[in-house]
């Protein structure tokens, strides 16, 4: 599987940031790019060559990442002018020998699992799949009664699917019907009717489209005290003096390293997911509500067999990991 990037568009809706830099380029956290997650997310796929489809100030993307990332091996397709998503990918395509291809749309900031997805495109029958994820209501929504006001409702997820803009594509799609033109109202119809689009859904993930500039304001809001790490997430809720509060999200079929805190003493509470802790001689498994205690300077790994949320509650101890064996090429 190639990776695909469609990084080339002006981002006229993020002035005056994309005035001087190129919306991939804009930082969600300090020395923290939109580009270098979707890029980090590629290498902990396992996906180790990717085409970057730039266009606007598409020398800057390759000044920064040159012919490596994290692991990942990059060729660049330039577009003197925008024609297109639909064109850029089957121009990517002509760069690279593979039947298959992940293509993701350069603003998307989501904690997809890009490797189940892999498999399932991979096992299945259909030519593309596309990761759809439920709505978020851009406002507030107001829950009415008989004659009066029943209660407010700030911005929720509604029942509703959207194209979450991460698809897998195969090659011998029917792109050559079509000029030119944006691959969701080109190409996607068309393969829609004949069923071969199928989707890959996770409700449960984070994902946003750094479209505007308050969309990037709630990124960054989201990355305040987060670190995407190749198994997921590590997120500080609580630091004190007293004690340490962390969230915890592992993808499904991921795990964390095998590793030990030399004083930290921690419990996990199972937020919700399925999955085990596995020590040196035995395994614990847990589920929603479950609660598991590991003492200090005890070697461990958590593994999760479905999306997985915990809170880690510990003693005040921010550093102080000792990874004994790593589980990925990419940190």
């Not at 930082?27 to 796929?45: G, M, V």
């Not at 304001?217 to 003096?241: A, C, F, H, M, Q």
């Not at 997911?273 to 609660?291: A, C, L, M």
């Amino acid at each position: 599987m190639i990776g695909m990037i469609l990084c080339g568009g002006m981002g006229s809706r993020l002035k005056p940031y994309t005035d001087s830099t190129p919306a991939p380029l804009i930082e969600i956290k300090e020395q923290y790019t939109i580009l270098d997650k979707q890029l980090f997310d590629f290498a902990a796929a396992g996906i180790t060559e990717a085409v970057l489809l730039t266009g606007y100030k598409g020398d800057m993307i390759e000044a920064r990442y040159g012919k490596e990332f994290k692991g990942v091996r990059l060729l660049y397709h330039y577009e003197e002018k925008p024609e297109g998503t639909l064109k850029a990918i089957r121009a990517g395509m002509e760069m690279v020998k593979s039947d298959t291809f992940l293509v993701r749309n350069g603003h998307i900031v989501s904690d997809v699992n890009i490797r189940r997805m892999i498999q399932r495109h991979e096992h299945g029958t259909n030519g593309a799949t596309m990761f759809v994820t439920r709505m978020r209501s851009p406002f507030g929504i107001v829950e009415l009664g008989d004659d009066r006001v029943k209660s407010f409702r700030e911005k929720p997820v509604l029942e509703y699917y959207i194209n979450g803009g991460v698809y897998c594509l195969n090659r011998d799609l029917p792109f050559d019907q079509f000029e030119g033109g944006a691959v969701e109202q080109t190409l996607f119809p068309l393969i829609a009717e004949s069923n071969r689009l199928g989707y890959y859904r996770e409700d449960d993930v984070f994902w946003s489209q750094a479209s505007t500039v308050r969309d990037l304001e709630d990124i960054r809001k989201e990355y305040r005290n987060k670190t995407d790490k190749p198994w997921g997430y590590e997120k500080v809720l609580i630091s004190t003096d007293k004690y340490l509060t962390k969230e915890l999200f592992i993808r499904a079929g991921y795990q964390t390293s095998f590793h030990k805190h030399p004083r930290k003493d921690e419990t996990m509470y199972i937020m919700s997911g399925v999955g085990y802790i596995e020590f040196e001689d035995h395994k614990e498994f847990f589920q929603k509500h479950d609660t598991i205690r590991i003492e200090p300077d005890v070697p461990h790994t958590i593994v999760a067999t479905e999306n997985t949320v915990l809170h880690e509650v510990s003693t005040p101890f921010l550093e102080d990991t000792v990874r004994l064996t790593d589980y990925y090429n990419v940190r």
